[in-house]
Every structure is written in structure tokens, then in C-alpha cells.
């Protein structure tokens, strides 16, 4: 009897191969593209924003009672230093052991890749002066993202961060959250979410400040928020959001393993995508196997199905070279390979990828909780031009000229002749007068 997961195997052997693989293609970049312009969902965003813009604390109030289910007066927006205080004190304290190493490998890790201590005489570096985080809190509490932006940030030397994530722990954020920003003395904190979070930190309200950049992961209604504003209200890292994964394999991996590498992308919303590409029919089919058989394990089965069934598949193809090709294409947040003693060399050969994890004892939570790269990255196939969050996207680059005299008149006749080119007079005499007897 057919499986309701058994559509999601693609092989290459099959004539309409490149049909269903088009097909599939079109459904992510949908997915990803959902809220772009024109459509229904960035109008909805674009009004909710405008109307944040326009009244401040009280749409973003009325927002959070409509979606959060939250009522909250504008003064009960911010968290209070006393409830961040017993949040810290009450987290199990194995928890914070883990949480402040895996803080000290992010702080080691970005600190050995900044480059704003670079000193030319040309270029002077500042910190950006104030920043706000999108912590995601629906699906799931991310206290780990709060690390993963703040930390860099604060490596950059950012003076003032500030962290928004709604309240849907009990109305309020998840105590682990809190904690995390308690350790990293991270202040000012907001228990809003959402298009009407992004809306108030990059346009400001009576109560919150507006910042200079904005971060963080999140839901389609979230990354659109940050297209929206960003360039005109603010600067964002890049578009983060829904999660995804593809894994490069051959008949070395382990099927079990990749499976659960699959589910573990599949499980962060139904809108989340894993896929393997393999040159094994073999693998292929153990694979799907295993998937059938873990899925009934989690708590989160059915979601995760409607994941894997619409977002995710098993593709089998001729030989490694086209995954390559096609992991390249999808470009995507999260890149596995496992294919043995050839890992390493393929991913030499990958052009398009957020992160690369290397060899079957790298799994993506090594990246998402330790290892110390961030796991904000690009998604939806904007990683063929976006890059990870890193301590160097929080300065910014300030050319410096300085020319004597001497200097501008060996210069001088060459400026005023591509000034003159281009009919700009006025150039040319800013050079001609000040040579003028």
C-alpha cells in the first residue's frame, strides 16, 4: 500500500524527471517569494506597517491582542529587569553552563574573523550605533538565535541592542530567552513580535526607540517586514527564514542519520524544506525508509509531514557532479555533504551555500548551537548573493581623503579635463581656484 511520503522521491531514471523537478523548484521559490510585491500577503504587510508607522504604540498594542492573543498596554511592552533577573536565577544551571560556552565559541569565532580592526588611511570602521533582534518565538523559542546576532554585534562594538520576540509563552517571552539576554546584559527587551515589531523598530513609538538595523530570523510575515523597510527605515542582515536544508549524499552515508538530518530542518514550521540529492538508488530508497519510520517518533508528526510532503524530497540523480549543479541552484541556507572521504573535495566545488557542514558527523545543530559561525543565513536561494550574519555586517565603512596642496596640483589638470568630459563646470573650477594667482 503507497505511503503518503512515498511522492517525494524523484529519480532521475524516471521520464518526467525534469517535470516534477520543475515543479518542485516553483513551489520553493513560491514558498520563499510569497510576500514579494504585488501579492495579497505584502499588501497586508505593507497596511499593518504604514499603520504602525502612523500610530505608533497603540497599532502595535491592537496587533498584538489580533495575532499574539496578547493584551498589553504600551507600558507593559518592555520586559522588566526584575522578571529578566528571575528568569536567569530559575534556568537550570547545566543549561547556562552549555549556554556560556557556546557563547565564548561565538565570541572567539567572530572576533578571530572582524575585520573592523583593519587600519588603513583611507577607510575608518564604526559600529552600528543601535540594533534590534528578531528572536522567533510561534514554533518554537530560539534563545540560541539571541546569541547568534547579539554576539557578533557585540564583538562589532554596538552599543545598544534590542531585542523584540512575542509573547507566546504564557503572554510573555520564554524564561530561556530572557536568560540568554540577561547573561549577555542585553537590557532592553520587548515582548512584541511580528510585522508590528519590525514596524516599530525601524520607524520608532512613543515607547521604543527606533534602531539603525534590524536581525534576526522568522516567518514569511517577518523577513517581508524587513524587505519593506529596509534601505529607507533601516538596514537588515538579509532575508532569514522559513528554514532549509540540502543534503548532498552518496552510498557512504548512513540513511538513518540523514533522515533525521531531514526531520530536524522539517520540524521548524510546515513550511520548512530538506532535501537530499543523492547518486544512489540505494540510499535513496533506505533514506525514505527511515523517514517514514522517525517521523512517527516526534512530537510534531503530523506538522512535520505536511512539511516534508509539500516542501521537501529525495532526488535521485546520475552522478555527484549534478548534485553539485543542483545544490548550487537551490543555493541553499543550510548545505550538507556526506558522501565519506569525498566530502571535503565536493564541497570545495560549491559555489552557492549560507553554511557547509562538512563530512556525517556535522550535522546542522552543530552550527545552530556551537560551533560559532551564526545560524542566521540567507534563504530561499538568496545565497548565491547574501552571506551569514557576522561581526562584520555591524560596521560600517567610512572612505578618508586628505590632499595637500602639492598633492592636488599634480592631480589637478587630469581632474578638470574628466570634469569638463562630463560637463560638470562647476567641478572643474573647485580644482581651478584654488591654483588660480
Not at 536581525?215 to 517581508?224: F, S
Request: aromatic fraction near 6%; include cysteine; hydrophobic fraction near 40%.
Amino acid at each position: 500500500m503507497p505511503h503518503e511520503l512515498d511522492k517525494i522521491l524523484i529519480s532521475a531514471s524516471k521520464p518526467d524527471f525534469e517535470k516534477r523537478m520543475g515543479k518542485f523548484r516553483s513551489t520553493i521559490m513560491r514558498a520563499a517569494r510569497s510576500t514579494s510585491l504585488g501579492s495579497r500577503e505584502n499588501k497586508q504587510v505593507t497596511d499593518i506597517l504604514r499603520n504602525v508607522i502612523k500610530r505608533g504604540d497603540q497599532a502595535v498594542a491592537e496587533y498584538t491582542e489580533k495575532f499574539d492573543g496578547v493584551k498589553l498596554t504600551p507600558e507593559q511592552f518592555r520586559v522588566s529587569n526584575i522578571r529578566m533577573k528571575k528568569a536567569y536565577m530559575e534556568i537550570d544551571k547545566n543549561i547556562l553552563t552549555s549556554l556560556r560556552q557556546v557563547i565564548d565559541n561565538v565570541r572567539n569565532y567572530q572576533t578571530e574573523i572582524f575585520i573592523g580592526n583593519f587600519e588603513h588611511p583611507g577607510i575608518k570602521y564604526t559600529p552600528i550605533q543601535r540594533i534590534g533582534i528578531c528572536v522567533p518565538g510561534a514554533s518554537a523559542p530560539l534563545p540560541s538565535t539571541v546569541i547568534m546576532t547579539a554576539v557578533p554585534a557585540q564583538v562589532a562594538g554596538v552599543k545598544e541592542i534590542v531585542v523584540v520576540s512575542p509573547p507566546r509563552h504564557e503572554s510573555s517571552i520564554h524564561p530561556a530567552i530572557l536568560a540568554v539576554c540577561h547573561e549577555l546584559e542585553i537590557e532592553e527587551i520587548y515582548q512584541i513580535g511580528g510585522v508590528q515589531a519590525v514596524g516599530a523598530l525601524a520607524a520608532g513609538t512613543e515607547t521604543i526607540k527606533k534602531v539603525d538595523m534590524i536581525v534576526g530570523p522568522g516567518n514569511k510575515w517577518v523577513q517581508a517586514a524587513k524587505k519593506i523597510v529596509s534601505g529607507d527605515y533601516v538596514g537588515i542582515d538579509s532575508l532569514a527564514g522559513p528554514s532549509e536544508v540540502l543534503i548532498i549524499t552518496n552510498e557512504d552515508a548512513n540513511p538513518a542519520w540523514v533522515a533525521a538530518d531531514m526531520l530536524s530542518q522539517a520540524e521548524h514550521a510546515t513550511d520548512s524544506s530538506a532535501i537530499v540529492v543523492t547518486d544512489s538508488q540505494q540510499l535513496a530508497k533506505e533514506t525514505l525508509a527511515e523517514l517514514k519510520k522517525q517521523v512517527k517518533e516526534l512530537q510534531r508528526a503530523e506538522e512535520v509531514k505536511q512539511s516534508l510532503k509539500k516542501f521537501s524530497a529525495i532526488v535521485v540523480v546520475d552522478d555527484i557532479a549534478k548534485a553539485i549543479e543542483m545544490a548550487d541552484d537551490f543555493a541553499s541556507e543550510h548545505l550538507e555533504i556526506q558522501c565519506g572521504d569525498k566530502s571535503r573535495e565536493i564541497a570545495q566545488k560549491i559555489k552557492n551555500a549560507g553554511a557547509i557542514f562538512i563530512g556525517s558527523y556535522t550535522p546542522v545543530a552543530v552550527g545552530d548551537y556551537w560551533a560559532g559561525p551564526s545560524h542566521t543565513l540567507p534563504t530561499g536561494m538568496r545565497a548565491k548573493f547574501a552571506s551569514a550574519v557576522t561581526s562584520n555586517d555591524f560596521i560600517k565603512s567610512t572612505s578618508i581623503i586628505e590632499y595637500d596642496n602639492d598633492q592636488l596640483a599634480q592631480c589637478a589638470a587630469d581632474i578638470i579635463r574628466l570634469a569638463e568630459v562630463e560637463g560638470l563646470n562647476a567641478h572643474a573650477k573647485s580644482v581651478k581656484i584654488r591654483h588660480e594667482t
